[in-house]
């Protein structure tokens, strides 16, 4: 672990408070992965860096520490997070949620952080579905728990066993099983982030989920409560 980072890009994952007026605070770097941070005196009243430490912000921060957990030293902002807000914004939360709970400490993902950074410029002035698709493949494909579609036949109907992490072709479909059945032409589509098909982007998104639910392991994601709340307003 280094002992002092002068400067390096981040965005804020999360925060909560830590003893009186500090705050611990989760960062994806580009070079070091997830890092906690105490940020001293950030719920002081007039704290200045409680303006800079904002979600999708992009920010450069420096810390220092001997321990996993740091004490950062540097925090600006080199932008801001455009108008995200209503679904964006939930899915911009949901993103958050999943490197939290999903990434190890200082185990470096400086592709996922590309891919973060195009998701939340994305969730701006695209449609969201597409890019939130593409983060999760590509989330799901760093953390090494990609399912081969190389050898995925088109006219083939395919079973998906969440808990051993395989395809099987299958014959013979049973009504149990069917949130477990996909279209071969449909895994082709998501392997080539191809989702401009209605039908395929319902596939996707089943697909996704099916596979973080399985690395979530039971963790419970707040932002997928609040987007149920606002389908249901």
Request: glycine content about 6%; charged content about 25%; overall charge positive.
């Amino acid at each position: 672990m280094n002992y002092r980072v002068e400067r390096q890009a981040a965005y804020v994952l999360h925060t909560r408070p830590y003893r009186d007026t500090s705050a611990l605070v989760d960062l994806l770097t580009l070079e070091y992965g997830r890092v906690s941070v105490v940020s001293r005196g950030l719920r002081r009243p007039g704290s200045k860096t409680r303006g800079v430490l904002q979600p999708f912000v992009p920010l450069q921060v420096g810390w220092q520490g001997r321990n996993d957990l740091k004490t950062l030293t540097l925090a600006e902002s080199t932008g801001y997070n455009g108008l995200l807000k209503g679904k964006a914004l939930i899915c911009a939360l949901y993103a958050n949620e999943l490197l939290h709970k999903l990434l190890t400490v200082f185990d470096p993902q400086p592709k996922l952080f590309v891919y973060y950074q195009f998701l939340i410029s994305a969730l701006i002035d695209a449609d969201i579905e597409i890019p939130l698709r593409i983060f999760e493949r590509q989330l799901i494909t760093e953390l090494g728990y990609a399912v081969d579609l190389t050898q995925i036949e088109a006219s083939a109907i395919y079973y998906y066993d969440s808990e051993q992490k395989l395809l099987t072709s299958v014959a013979v479909l049973q009504e149990r099983h069917k949130s477990s059945y996909f279209h071969g032409h449909h895994l082709l589509a998501i392997a080539n982030d191809d989702y401009f098909d209605t039908a395929i982007r319902r596939s996707a998104k089943r697909f996704m989920r099916m596979q973080i639910d399985s690395l979530l392991d039971g963790k419970v994601l707040n932002s997928r409560d609040l987007l149920q709340s606002k389908k249901h307003n």
